[in-house]
Structures are given as structure tokens and as C-alpha cells.
């Protein structure tokens, strides 16, 4: 008697199957991961440093998971920069997985319309420009070599918000990059994409592919290479750039044993 095995999942039926609450969804070039449910969650650590014992925290539940009879436990979720912070991390139910999402993808839904967002800027418009010419007067003065100021708008829409609807649409912008979604409870999700990767290790290898330097693509082939083109040409952008690239090498040099940069943007 033959048994049908059932199909692996394509990368497009998994981003099709998030839902909100979901754990995890990340789609890379490497591929796609989609976790539905949580088996175990890393718990909070009590130090004032967040961070401080993550690494015993996630082994001591991978442990667990693994005495728990689970067979091959991963811990997925969310790491913040902010090292008095505490991560979210859990040990999902179930995972699937898929190679890269194809492209292009089919065109998504528009996404619901929810009415006119009340928006609040933070910071203000005025503070914001007060701080870039303030920015730019060290510059020029030569205390800082860059500077990246950050905003946020915050969004109060007139209609519940779908974040598999956002989700869907920022892989089908750019479904070579790097797209996410995670739990973070209490109702929130965090979803994002982006073209960089911050780091990745397999093995002994790490790898990181930081980008500074942007353009806007173009749906015309010719005009998409002539702003690439451009791009790599510009002074200004390869200077930013080169110092990412400064500032991710110095970070890795006292950890590795050998490292590799490439003398030129790529």
C-alpha cells in the first residue's frame, strides 16, 4: 500500500494562513516561517537588565519543551534593542515552513477603509526640524560623523486594524526582503519589513547585510538601473553607507575569527 505524503506549503499559502495572534510569520530570501500557537513562553526576567540572562531563560525553556516531549522546539518572537527591555519569546505549538516567497506575488486586497486616522507626530513637526538643524550644525562642526533621527506617527483609525492585511501588502512590495509579524499580546502585533538583514548565523558563519543609501524603485526596468546606477555614484550615499558598514564590522571584529568586508558597496 503507497501512502500520499501530504505537500510541503508554498511561502504564499503561509502568508495567506497569518492570522492576528499568530506568534510568528517571517518571510526572508532564505524563506518562510509561519507559527500557529504557543507551547511554552520565555519568561520575564527579573533583573533590571531585560537582556541580561535572555540566552539562560530561552535554554532552560527550550529544555523544557524538549523533557516536555516536543520534538524539535524553536523559540520565535521579538528581541528589543533596549537592553533594560524584556524580549518576547515563545516556544511555538506548531511550525511550518516554505521556501522564499515567489515573485512577484498576486496583488493583495486593498486594505479596508477605516475612515480619516486621527494622527499624532512624535516628535512635532517643529521639534523634529529644530533637532535636524540642530543635527546639521554639529555635522558641519565636525562632532558627529552621522546622524539618524527618528520619527513616529501615531495612528488612531476609525475602524478596527487587520495586521494580516498590512502584512500581506508590505510582502508584495517587496517580496525579496525581509517581512514579519509578531505577538506581542495584550492585542498588539509588531509588523514591519525591511531590505536589510541585521544578522543571521548558521553554524560559525555570521553574516549581516547592512544598507544605507536609498532610492525609490522605479516600475520602468531602464529608469530602475539608471537610479541604481546613480546610486552607487553618489558620494554622499556611499559615505553613509561606508560608515554602516564601519560600524557593523567594528561591532563583529572582537567576535569573530575571521571577517570579510567588501571594499565596495554592492
Not at 516600475?219 to 550615499?237: G, T
Request: with cysteine.
Amino acid at each position: 500500500m503507497t501512502i500520499a505524503r501530504p505537500a510541503a506549503p508554498a511561502a504564499a499559502d503561509l502568508l495567506a494562513a497569518y492570522r492576528p495572534g499568530s506568534p510568528f510569520f517571517f518571510a526572508s530570501p532564505r524563506g518562510t516561517l509561519l507559527a500557529d500557537g504557543v507551547y511554552f513562553g520565555v519568561p520575564r526576567s527579573v533583573r533590571a537588565e531585560g537582556l541580561a540572562d535572555l540566552p539562560t531563560r530561552v535554554a532552560a525553556v527550550l529544555d523544557l519543551a524538549r523533557a516536555a516531549g516536543h520534538d524539535a522546539p524553536i523559540v520565535v518572537g521579538a528581541v528589543p534593542f533596549d537592553h533594560t527591555a524584556q524580549a518576547h519569546l515563545a516556544v511555538p505549538d506548531r511550525v511550518w515552513r516554505a521556501g522564499p516567497l515567489p515573485t512577484p506575488l498576486p496583488t493583495p486586497p486593498e486594505l479596508p477603509a477605516a475612515g480619516t486616522p486621527r494622527v499624532t507626530e512624535v516628535p512635532a513637526a517643529r521639534a523634529y526640524a529644530d533637532a535636524v538643524r540642530r543635527a546639521v550644525t554639529r555635522l558641519d562642526a565636525g562632532e558627529l560623523d552621522k546622524v539618524v533621527l527618528g520619527r513616529s506617527l501615531r495612528l488612531i483609525a476609525g475602524a478596527p486594524f487587520d495586521p494580516a492585511a498590512l502584512l500581506r501588502r508590505l510582502a508584495g512590495r517587496d517580496p525579496g526582503g525581509h517581512t514579519f509579524a509578531v505577538d506581542l499580546g495584550a492585542g498588539r502585533t509588531l509588523v514591519g519589513a525591511s531590505p536589510e538583514l541585521l544578522v543571521a548565523r548558521r553554524g560559525v558563519v555570521v553574516t549581516a547585510n547592512p544598507l544605507a543609501g536609498s532610492v525609490a524603485r522605479a516600475a520602468d526596468p531602464v529608469e530602475d538601473r539608471r537610479r541604481a546606477a546613480a546610486l552607487l555614484a553618489s558620494a554622499k550615499d556611499r559615505r553613509e553607507h561606508a560608515l554602516v558598514v564601519e560600524a557593523v564590522a567594528g561591532a563583529l571584529r572582537p567576535l569573530c575569527a575571521e571577517l570579510t568586508v567588501p571594499a565596495e558597496p554592492e
